[in-house]
T-cell receptor, first 107, second 123 residues
Framework: AIQMTQSPSSLSASVGDRVTITCRAS??????LGWYQQKPGQAPKLLIFATSNLQSGVPLRFSGSGSVTDFTLTINGLQPDDFATYYC?????????FGGGTKVESK | DVHLVESGGGVVQPGGSLRLSCAASGFNFGDHYMDWVRQAPGKGLEWVGRIRKEANSYTTEYAASVKARFTISRDDSKNSLFLQMNSLRTEDTAVYYCTRASFGSGTYFFDYWGQGTLVTVSS
């Protein structure tokens, strides 16, 4: 199975900060990577698909980049609503695999 | 609006069985692959399995941890997705989410999720 290693596992940031989360695949996955946001007690929400495509309705401060094995989720200008846990997911190969998650907390 | 509503969760003893359902509305259910994703208490997300649409013969894929114990099925006439869980183990305790898989830019992604249903496996 493809392993997805997400880093950091947690970070502290302030409103207005630029936040970067990375995901590394154990083998090449092309651009078959998505990013999801989850808040406590809620279902995950799709932010980005196919590495860099912003899902409809998601604020432009979210962006994704990368290819093959290394991928990045960037939040430009962190907002209060962005404190949450973020997961990457590869869907190139079965079994689909999530990263371990990155919890973004308020500094 | 797209809605996915899971039901059927509860408490079950190890070795027991449970069947989860997911009622879909607001979209053409038969046009989409559907997946189950679970989350153990305080842990991350784990993909459970997928069922493809009729055009792909309703074929299925499973995580190794549930293969041969869990079965995903669907009834397109009732816009419903199911997860039959047998030989349940304590490590199957989790919130189970029903998700819609959509295709775009050459890849699949989960664009809608249900609210989840909690399954607790305990004696």
């Amino acid at each position: 199975a493809i392993q997805m290693t997400q880093s950091p596992s947690s970070l502290s940031a302030s409103v207005g900060d630029r936040v970067t989360i990375t995901c590394r695949a154990s083998q090449g996955i092309g651009n078959d990577l998505g990013w999801y946001q989850q808040k406590p007690g809620q279902a995950p929400k799709l932010l980005i698909f196919a590495t860099s495509n912003l899902q409809s309705g998601v604020p432009l401060r979210f962006s994704g980049s990368g290819s093959v094995t290394d991928f990045t989720l960037t939040i430009n200008g962190l907002q209060p609503d962005d404190f949450a846990t973020y997961y990457c997911l590869q869907d190139l190969m079965y079994p689909l695999t999530f990263g371990g998650g990155t919890k973004v907390e308020s500094k | 609006d797209v809605h996915l509503v899971e039901s059927g969760g509860g408490v079950v003893q190890p070795g027991g069985s449970l069947r989860l359902s997911c009622a879909a509305s607001g979209f053409n259910f038969g046009d989409h692959y559907m997946d189950w994703v679970r989350q153990a208490p305080g842990k991350g997300l784990e993909w459970v399995g997928r069922i493809r649409k009729e055009a792909n013969s309703y074929t299925t894929e499973y995580a190794a941890s549930v293969k041969a114990r869990f079965t995903i099925s669907r009834d397109d006439s009732k816009n419903s997705l199911f997860l039959q869980m047998n030989s349940l183990r304590t490590e199957d305790t989790a919130v189970y989410y029903c998700t819609r898989a959509s295709f775009g830019s050459g890849t699949y992604f989960f664009d809608y999720w249900g609210q989840g249903t909690l399954v607790t496996v305990s004696s």
